[in-house]
Every structure is written in structure tokens, then in C-alpha cells.
């Protein structure tokens, strides 16, 4: 299944239940695994095939198979694919409010507040190469098991293994002290990118403009393409493709839309122009990709 997830305004999992686990696979064709964005929720990312690099914030980390992210809410995230055969990987993204307790007590106080409040960070790195890490990797790797299976009281389950995941964090000493990460003009070019990539997605099936976008954070267009470029990785245009032909390959899974119904509804005058982005990106045609969604494949 191929998910992008540029802004969280949609729902993970179900309100009383917000938790949800994507499994995420691409072709080695495919260099931008992960284009950046952000949430409200926390995410464990854990790669399952091929080797990646992420970026968190300011951060760059090269993982392999086996190894896992955690990335805080509100943080800038992304990831390209370095492998050549392609890459696989899990995102468990669910709230982290969802494992504290309704009420003030010992838990809550001495180690739930200090990530609610950003006082205390959970390790950014689970690495296969670190024993300890390790033992935390199969506390991933059994949320995942568990979580496919789905077999009965699954939901306990997996809210005790998150809670034990965060306590052996703590117990083997891996929290760490949060302090404001990156200067002043970094946080307010974060401010700004997310401030944009909300009104792409906004307004993604309307005709945009180099002009209308860099009005939006009051930069020229030659300043506002170098901009854009340097925080995501992709030309302003390039992105709007992506959020158009991602938002038009979920409705052609959905099976409510052909694929003329969907190139409109996704922001597409022409239907062929749709359909050579589409391969662009999923590497097939839109009517491949819907036969192979409703086939079941």
C-alpha cells in the first residue's frame, strides 16, 4: 500500500481507539519515500525492507531493515529511499495521550508530563547494532505482529505493549533532556513551510500559481521556489503533484471513482497529463492501479 500523509487532519484509527499502523511499500524507482510532513500524534517508523535516510527537523538518519523512528509530535519529517530494490516500511502513528492517565497519579506525573510537555524525549533512533536498542526493536516488532493478527482484547494488548515500550525506555536510561533544537530562523522556517504545505492540501484541487503559493509567506517567487526546495526536497509543483495523485489514488481505491471522476476531483483538467504523473509516481497507470486495488492484489 502506497500512503502519504503530508498533514494529519485526517484520523488515526477511531476516537476511542486512535491508533493506526500503515504498512508502506515502494519500487526502487521510487527516491522520495516520505515527503515531508507532520502531525499531532507521535510515530514509530520502522523499516522493514531496503535501507533509507529520514530527516527529523535538523536531524539526518540513515536506517536499515530492522531499525525504527520516533518522531514527536509537531516535528518536520521525511525520507528517501536508498536501497536498490526498493524499500518497505510500518508507520505506527496514535496519540500519546491516549496511554496517560485520565488522572493526575505517580505514572502521570513522573513520566507521562514530561513528553506532553516536551521536558523529556524519547530516543529519535532505535538501532539493530545497539543491544539495548535491540530489546526495544522486538517490542516494535511484536506491536506489529499483534496488531495484523488482530485476535480478541488485541486493543489491550497493544495499549500494554506501548506502555511497557515507554517504560523500558525509561529504565534503560534512554530518555532525554529536550532543549529548543535549531535557532530562531529555523523555527520560524518551519513555521512558514507548515504554514504552506496546509495550503496546498487546502486548496490542492483548485487551479495554484508559483505567485498565489509565495504569497502566502510573503516571499518573491524566486525566493519562495529556493525556500520550498531547501525545507521538502521538491520543487513546490512536484509536491502539489504528489498531494493530487496520492488524494487521487485513494479514491480509486475507495471504487467509487473511475479514473476520469478521480483526475477532476484530485485538481486535473486533462486526463492524460493525469495519467503521466500517476505513472510518474506509482509506477503504473491509473486503470492498473484501480484493477489491482479492486482485484484485492
Request: net charge negative; with cysteine; aromatic share 12%.
Amino acid at each position: 500500500m502506497y500512503e502519504h500523509r503530508y498533514r494529519e487532519v485526517k484520523l488515526h484509527g477511531q476516537p476511542e481507539f486512535p491508533i493506526h499502523i500503515y504498512q508502506v511499500e515502494h519500487p526502487a524507482s521510487v527516491h522520495s519515500i516520505l515527503p515531508v510532513h507532520w502531525h499531532n500524534e507521535i510515530e514509530l517508523i520502522y523499516l522493514a525492507k531496503g535501507t533509507a535516510t529520514f530527516h527529523i527537523e535538523n536531524r539526518e538518519f540513515a536506517i536499515q531493515k530492522g531499525e525504527c523512528l520516533i518522531v514527536h509530535p509537531g516535528e518536520l519529517h521525511s525520507g528517501i529511499g536508498t536501497a536498490c530494490d526498493g524499500t518497505c516500511y510500518y508507520s505506527m502513528v496514535f496519540k500519546l495521550s491516549w496511554l496517560s492517565s485520565p488522572q493526575s497519579d505517580r505514572i502521570q506525573e513522573l513520566f507521562f508530563e514530561p513528553i506532553l510537555q516536551g521536558t523529556a524525549r524519547l530516543p529519535a533512533l532505535l538501532s539493530a547494532a545497539n543491544e539495548i536498542h535491540s530489546k526495544l526493536l522486538v517490542d516494535v516488532r511484536e506491536l506489529l505482529s499483534r496488531y495484523e493478527r488482530q485476535s480478541t482484547a488485541y486493543e489491550m494488548s497493544l495499549k500494554g505493549l506501548l506502555l511497557q515500550f515507554i517504560a523500558d525506555i525509561y529504565q534503560y536510561g534512554l530518555i532525554e533532556s529536550s532543549n529548543e533544537s535549531g535557532s530562531l530562523h529555523g523555527r520560524e522556517y518551519n513555521r512558514q513551510i507548515k504554514q504552506v504545505l496546509s495550503y496546498m492540501e487546502t486548496h490542492s484541487s483548485e487551479k495554484l500559481e508559483l505567485d498565489q503559493l509565495a504569497s502566502v509567506v510573503s516571499l518573491s517567487r524566486s525566493h519562495f521556489c529556493t525556500f520550498f526546495k531547501t525545507l521538502t526536497g521538491m520543487r513546490p509543483m512536484e509536491y502539489l503533484n504528489y498531494i493530487r495523485i496520492n488524494k487521487a489514488a485513494s479514491l480509486l481505491r475507495s471504487g467509487s471513482y473511475n479514473v476520469l471522476e478521480a483526475a477532476l476531483e484530485s485538481g486535473y483538467q486533462h486526463v492524460s497529463y493525469f495519467s503521466k504523473c500517476f505513472k510518474f509516481y506509482m509506477n503504473m497507470t491509473p486503470s492498473e492501479y484501480k484493477t489491482r486495488h479492486s482485484s484485492g492484489l
